[in-house]
């Protein structure tokens, strides 16, 4: 069973700041996803992965892919407020049918003045 | 492209009572799913579909049904509607191996 974690949970930041949150996840996958939730809102996408080495950037955000490691990062740049949200990173099922995806549970971002 | 749609936006039902949840994408994606969302939990899936009459269950599926007769649609049934099927409802599609595109979501609340 693919199992996707996040770190951390929860992310309390400065404004001007930089910090990372982690993805991991357990089995062979080829790519990964990021997504972004504000508050009472949907889901919407930020960044697909494709490939070992994949780096994406838009704005203050950068994201990373090691398939090696199993590990996706996604870089906050001098945080600013507009960025508070919930990040979520998901992976294709393993074994290629690449049906479903399976989430981490989110990362609750909050950056203060 | 209006992308992934759902109606309604917010609804309340009283226990016992049954209601359809309805999701419809003009993207033309053979892939569909429901999942729900608790306050501050993360995403739990429901039922997906992979293509027009072919469904199968994901992780909470009791209490739900859904079925697909178009591509188009994609509808969840709750039967005998419980106060822990209240929750935040995201339907979405996307094609293989490509992200999903979400809806706006359906808030119920089931008293």
């Known amino acids: 069973e693919l199992k996707v974690e996040q770190n951390p949970l929860f992310l309390s930041m400065q404004e001007g700041k930089n910090y990372t949150i982690y993805c991991n996840y357990s089995?062979?996958?080829?790519?990964l996803y990021w997504y972004r939730q504000d508050p009472g809102k949907s889901l919407e996408s930020l960044f697909v992965?494709?490939?070992?080495?994949a780096v994406k950037q838009e704005g203050r955000l950068m994201a990373s892919l090691d398939t090696k490691a199993r590990l996706s990062t996604l870089h906050i740049t001098a945080a600013v407020h507009d960025l508070s949200a919930t990040y979520f990173c998901?992976?294709?099922?393993?074994?290629?049918?690449?049906?479903?995806?399976?989430f981490g549970k989110g990362t609750l971002l909050t950056v203060n003045p | 492209n209006a992308g992934v749609t759902q109606t309604p936006k917010f609804r309340i039902l009283k226990i016992g009572q049954s209601m359809t949840l309805q999701c419809t994408q003009d993207?033309?994606?053979?892939?569909m799913y429901w999942y729900r969302q608790d306050p501050g939990m993360g995403l739990k899936l429901i039922y997906y579909?992979?293509?027009?009459?072919?469904?199968d269950k994901g992780e909470v599926p009791n209490g739900y049904n859904v079925s697909r007769s178009t591509t188009e649609d994609f509808p969840l049934r709750l039967e005998l509607a419980a106060p822990s099927q209240t929750s935040v409802y995201f339907c979405?599609?996307?094609?293989?191996?490509?992200?999903?595109?979400f809806g706006p979501g359906t808030r119920l609340l089931v008293l």
């Open positions: 089995t062979t996958s080829d790519r």
């Open positions: 993207m033309n994606h053979n892939y």
């Open positions: 992965l494709l490939s070992n080495g």
């Open positions: 998901a992976v294709g099922d393993s074994g290629g049918s690449n049906y479903k995806l399976t």
């Open positions: 979405a599609s996307r094609k293989a191996k490509e992200t999903q595109y």
């Open positions: 579909s992979v293509g027009a009459g072919i469904t």
